[in-house]
């Protein structure tokens, strides 16, 4: 059974740019998350997906948006890139009721 | 004060030897904690979660929960260099439908 599938591995952008990274969930897994890694704020929660609709948002700005398809693959974007937002953007799945969440190997995104 | 809270480390121990990690957290709400593992440049890996008080067994790794006072923790016996690593000590929160990450402990088994 394959893995939360991450797209792509790695990134470079420059500052003002907007950005697009996938996530394929786990077969059968409806609940997609979203999470930030940054060495100094740690592993932060960006926001939760399911049957297409965001169930709640952590607290970031408005330049962080995502979605979710009708196969449950998800998407998110951040626009107007900072230098700050360089981090690893990891995505987890989970079944439908489980708050068992399974990582995928991220997103390293670097902005110059 | 901070959510969740570890012991950042480092933490040292002999191969063979038990390590202990600790967590506290602070949202009584959370329903389920999980502990991750995390090696460098990797993504973290789920290795246990405990929903109720008590102990939760599984091979080298035990979990312990207590609610009341708000600490969880983590025992790996019987440590190998290959269990070098961050772990990541995680309450789910049912209502928020997040996990909420402390921001984990480095533990390094010496040969």
């Known amino acids: 059974k394959a893995g939360v599938t991450q797209t792509p591995r790695y990134l470079i952008k420059t500052r003002g740019q907007q950005v697009t990274l996938s996530c394929s969930p786990i077969?059968?897994?409806?609940?997609v998350s979203w999470y930030q890694q940054t060495p100094g704020q740690g592993l932060q929660f960006l926001f939760e997906?399911?049957?297409?609709?965001?169930?709640n948002k952590g607290n970031f700005p408005g330049r962080f948006s995502g979605r979710q398809f009708s196969n449950s693959r998800s998407e998110m974007n951040v626009s107007t890139l900072e230098l700050g937002d360089s981090a690893l953007y990891l995505c987890?799945?989970?079944?439908?009721?489980?708050?068992?969440?399974?990582f995928g190997a991220g997103t390293r995104l670097s902005v110059l | 004060q901070k959510e969740v809270e570890q012991n950042s480390g480092p933490l040292s121990v002999p191969e063979g030897a038990i390590a202990s990690l600790n967590c506290t957290y602070s949202?009584?709400?959370?329903?389920?904690f999980f502990w991750y593992r995390q090696y460098s440049g990797k993504s973290p890996e789920l290795i246990m979660f405990?929903?109720?008080?008590g102990d939760k067994e599984d091979g080298r790794f035990t979990a312990q929960l207590n609610k009341a006072s708000q600490y969880v923790s983590l025992l790996i016996r019987d440590s190998q260099p290959s269990d070098s690593a961050t772990y990541l000590c995680?309450?789910?929160?049912?209502?928020?439908?997040?996990?909420?990450f402390g921001s984990g402990t480095q533990l390094t088994v010496l040969p």
């Open positions: 949202d009584r709400g959370s329903q389920s």
């Open positions: 405990i929903y109720s008080n």
């Open positions: 995680a309450p789910y929160s049912g209502s928020a439908r997040q996990l909420t």
């Open positions: 987890a799945s989970s079944f439908s009721g489980s708050d068992i969440q399974y």
């Open positions: 997906y399911f049957s297409e609709t965001q169930r």
């Open positions: 077969s059968g897994h409806r609940s």
